[in-house]
């Protein structure tokens, strides 16, 4: 019913650019914090920004000023445009949102599927 599509991870250099998206599809009836995470290998997922209904964001330290979150909520759509990428920003990373379904009370949080992002040095 409801689902999150990430998108736009590959392949590139230290230094360069990528901007992963992540669209919530379904029925619905808010999309309140949104995020994303990551997760190299052997390591433990972690929160990379979120970013509020109403625009406001946070970052983990090792992003800051690299990458920037962004939302677009009449396409129910996530961003996080990286720049600079660094080797140690390979991982998987993953979307998150915290979503109230038509009927229900309350809010419930979804993943992603993740998107897999290289950076070679």
């Known amino acids: 019913q409801v689902q999150l599509q990430a998108s736009g991870g590959g392949l590139v250099q230290a230094g360069g650019s990528l901007r992963l998206s992540c669209a919530a599809s379904g029925t619905f009836r808010s999309i309140n914090d949104m995020g994303w995470y990551r997760q190299a290998p052997g390591e433990e997922r972690e929160l990379v920004a979120t970013i509020s209904s109403g625009g406001r964001s946070n970052y983990v330290e090792s992003v800051k000023g690299r990458f920037t979150i962004s939302r677009d909520n009449a396409k129910n759509t996530v961003y996080l445009q990286m720049d600079s990428l660094k080797a140690e920003d390979t991982a998987v990373y993953y979307c998150?949102?915290?979503?109230?379904?038509?009927?229900?009370?309350?809010?419930?949080?979804?993943w992603g599927q993740g998107t897999e992002v290289t950076v070679s040095s």
């Open positions: 998150k949102a915290k979503i109230g379904r038509m009927g229900f009370v309350g809010t419930s949080n979804y």
